[in-house]
Structure formats: structure tokens, C-alpha cells
């Protein structure tokens, strides 16, 4: 793998990842079009991407020298990954780039929810001064649900910490990572004594639209919901449903399942429209994992797994 190499990067990034990949031919082209990209992509040996584009199994045909795919990210769910390992051709990605970051914005959004921040700052705007009405919970007292015990939901476990409140986590692929910080339990015990469930896991066939009527169903009590992963992981017009009900008490969400908000269907913009005008939602523009601090760490953490595949 030390022989000369071709990396192709398709979308921005910092610029200690060029600088540290400066011994190999790097072409630069993050405005890149579908025809130049075909054209590039064919004699690269390397690609390095973020979000722009789904690597699937008809563009690894158009790359027959291709033997390296790195994400810019965390999740892998725009990449055949399947289908690139039949190929020979591995994939990375750089989830220690961006975990306090996302770690740090669910804190944010969970405090949001519970002292109402959003929803009486936009009512002193409308003239209301409603100090009452917007009385709200302290985390210490409350029991955060983790889902997904990666990255991310391990350091969430940790800020969360200074708040004092109990902390459990639940992980389909992974025991024995219970902690100081944290207490590992089953999905149904969980279920049981959350007050607050945060949602970090990859996009998979076990996490599609986990969160759907039936999880809200089996709760043991009215919960606030966090999503920071993927839009796909809940069912918007179940959570939707839980909202109404009274069994979410609020839902903060930093993704969605369409998130090019300019091209929705009818159906997705109900769900957006009713989501951004229910003053106990949050939502963000999938802005989790992306601060300054994370975009140099994103390209750093790329960088160096990068120089050590070559030089394996």
C-alpha cells in the first residue's frame, strides 16, 4: 500500500488534512460536478468525502483503481459499505472527530427542552412574559436513557456526570461497558425508568424507525426524546402521535429522515410544519457534529487513520 497514491476529496475541509496527505497527489475539488466526478473518480486510489454524494455500488464500478473510502463523519449510511468490502475496497470514517461535539449539543438541546428556553424566548418575543407557564425540570432529579453506547454515547455518559443524575445505557452490539459513568441495561429496563431517552446509533436494519409506536407504547412513563444520529432512526408521524398524547414531553431533533427541507413531500412537510410550530420541539439543522473544534479535529483523526493504512 506504500506505492504512489491518487486521494480524490470531494467536499471542504480543514486544511491540516491536505497538509498531512502533502507526500501523495491530492486533488482538491470539494465544488466537484457528476461529470468531473466520474472523470476523477476513475483514476483515484483514494476517496475522501462527507455527505455530497452516495458511494454506491454503480460509482465503486466507476472506480476501478479505488482501494480506500474515508468519511468526513461519523456515520457510514451513504456508502455501500457491503459492496465496497466485495471489492476490495475498505472504508473509514473519523466518529472521534465529532463525538463532544454531539455530545455537548445534546446536553444543550436536553436543558433546552427542560427549562422551556425555546419556547419562552420566542413568546418574550411575541410580548409574553409567561415566568409560570415555563417553570421548569432540573436534569439532577431525572434518569437519562442512552441508546447506542459508541462514541457519542460515551461521552454524553461522561458530561453528563457533573449534572448528578442517574445514567443508564443500552447497546445491541456491545456488554460488559458499564462504568463509573454509566449503568448497562437492557433495552426493556431502560424503557422502564428513562425520563429521558437520547438516541446514538448508526443507521442499520436493527435502527430504522426504532422509535415508532410501539417503543412510545412501552415506556414506562411520559419521556423527553433526543435524536442526534439519523433522521430514519424515528418515525415522525409517531413521534408526532407521542406528542399529542402527552407520552413525549418533548422532542429535540438535530436530524430528520428528508433533510433537503426544499424538496419534501406533502406529507414530510405536515410533519415539519407541525414539529416546527409544537413549541415543546426543537429542531436543528443536523449542526450536532459541526464546530470549528470538530472540523479541524474531523480532518486530523481522517489524516492520521489514513497515513497508517498506507503505510500497513
Not at 417553570?135 to 460515551?154: A, D, F, R, T
Amino acid at each position: 500500500m506504500s506505492r504512489a497514491h491518487r486521494i480524490l476529496i470531494i467536499d471542504d475541509c480543514h486544511p491540516v488534512l491536505q497538509d498531512a496527505l502533502s507526500a501523495y497527489k491530492v486533488v482538491y475539488m470539494p465544488t466537484i460536478t457528476e461529470a468531473e466526478l466520474e472523470v476523477e473518480l476513475a483514476k483515484a486510489t483514494i476517496l475522501i468525502m462527507r455527505s455530497k454524494l452516495r458511494i454506491t455500488k454503480e460509482w465503486i464500478d466507476r472506480a476501478p483503481l479505488l482501494e480506500l473510502v474515508g468519511r468526513l463523519g461519523s456515520g457510514m449510511d451513504n456508502i455501500d459499505v457491503a459492496y465496497a468490502a466485495q471489492r476490495g475496497v475498505k472504508c473509514i470514517n473519523a466518529p472521534e472527530g465529532n463525538s463532544n461535539a454531539v455530545a455537548e449539543q445534546t446536553i444543550g438541546m436536553m436543558i433546552g427542552m427542560l427549562a422551556h428556553i425555546s419556547r419562552s424566548s420566542r413568546q418574550v418575543r411575541n410580548g409574553v412574559w409567561d415566568r409560570k407557564g415555563n417553570q421548569g425540570k432540573e436534569l439532577k432529579n431525572l434518569c437519562v436513557g442512552i441508546i447506542g453506547y459508541g462514541n457519542v454515547g460515551s461521552a454524553l455518559a461522561k458530561l453528563l456526570q457533573v449534572f448528578g443524575c442517574k445514567v443508564m445505557a443500552y447497546d445491541k452490539f456491545k456488554v460488559g461497558f458499564g462504568n463509573e459513568f454509566v449503568e448497562e441495561v437492557s433495552l426493556e429496563e431502560l424503557k422502564s425508568q428513562a425520563d429521558i431517552v437520547s438516541l446514538h446509533v448508526p443507521l442499520n436494519e436493527f435502527s430504522h424507525e426504532m422509535i415508532n409506536q410501539s417503543f412510545i407504547n412501552e415506556m414506562g412513563k411520559s419521556f423527553y426524546l433526543l435524536n442526534l444520529s439519523r433522521g430514519s432512526v424515528v418515525k415522525i408521524l409517531d413521534i408526532i402521535f407521542g406528542l399529542k398524547e402527552g407520552k413525549i414531553l418533548g422532542a429535540s431533533l438535530d436530524v430528520l429522515p428528508n433533510e433537503n427541507i426544499l424538496n419534501l413531500s406533502a406529507e414530510e412537510q405536515n410533519e415539519l410544519n407541525y414539529l416546527s410550530e409544537n413549541e415543546d420541539v426543537i429542531v436543528t439543522p443536523h449542526v450536532g457534529g459541526l464546530t470549528a473544534d470538530s472540523y479541524k479535529l474531523l480532518a486530523e483523526v481522517l489524516a492520521e487513520k489514513i497515513n497508517n493504512w498506507i503505510k500497513k
